[in-house]
């Protein structure tokens, strides 16, 4: 069925390192990949995202890449700062899909001061 | 502020009874999403609603229902509330035409079950 994995679920730096977050996702047919921020108790918010027809899009410090053929994608984050600790979702939709999204099991990410 | 709100933050209730959650979507848009967050769980799609009617549904129990009005918001309606309802439940909205999928999320209604 349609499945997202991320990895790792867990990931602690040192502020100003780079962080990076990967997903794979089992349909080939997706064609639309977000990625979203959750604080703790609080929405998921949108920090970027990326369609099939593109194999990268920056905004800032944040990335994302996406490998059509390997069916993965991923998150990157450059100078991190302690702002960014916060739980990271990756999602998809999947074709013949009404385009809910189905997301992955999420990152928390730490970034040490 | 995504634009998309929900009511209420906060719901107690004891199992077995009956509970509704309301969302408004963005301005404009057409598409309201439900999202059920658990710890065990993660973020599990419940529903979607376009433009008053249901278009799609995921992991959603049949004690739980929901609808679409006239003027788009939506409402969830959970009943016989068992322990494990406890959750966040989200809604986002979208205006679901081509190019157009990204979903805005409400700030959620905490429900805890007694």
């Known amino acids: 069925g349609e499945n997202v994995e991320q990895h790792p679920s867990t990931l602690s730096v040192q502020e100003g390192d780079s962080a990076v977050i990967k997903c794979t996702y089992s349909d080939s047919a997706s064609n639309y990949f977000p990625w979203y921020k959750q604080e703790l108790g609080k929405r998921p918010q949108l920090i970027i995202d990326i369609r099939s027809n593109v194999g990268e899009k920056k905004d800032q410090r944040i990335a994302v890449t996406l490998n059509k053929t390997a069916k993965h994608f991923s998150l990157h984050i450059t100078e991190t700062q302690p702002e960014d600790s916060a739980v990271y979702f990756c999602a998809a939709t999947f074709s013949g899909s009404a385009r809910q999204l189905t997301f992955g099991s999420g990152t928390q990410l730490t970034v040490l001061p | 502020d995504s634009g998309v709100t929900q009511t209420p933050k906060h719901l107690i209730t004891a199992t077995g009874q009956r509970v509704t959650l309301r969302c408004s979507p963005r301005s404009g848009d057409l598409s309201v999403y439900w999202y059920q967050q658990s710890l065990d769980q993660g973020l599990q799609f419940l529903i979607q609603?376009?433009?008053?009617?249901?278009?799609a549904k995921g992991n959603i129990l049949e004690r739980f229902s929901a609808q679409q009005f006239p003027d788009l918001h939506s409402e969830l309606n959970l009943s016989s509330l068992e322990l494990g309802d406890s959750a966040l439940y989200f809604c986002?909205?979208?205006?679901?035409?081509?190019?157009?999928?990204?979903?805005?999320f409400g700030p959620g209604t905490r429900l805890l079950v007694l």
């Open positions: 986002a909205s979208s205006w679901t035409g081509e190019g157009q999928e990204t979903q805005y």
């Open positions: 609603y376009y433009n008053g009617e249901e278009r």
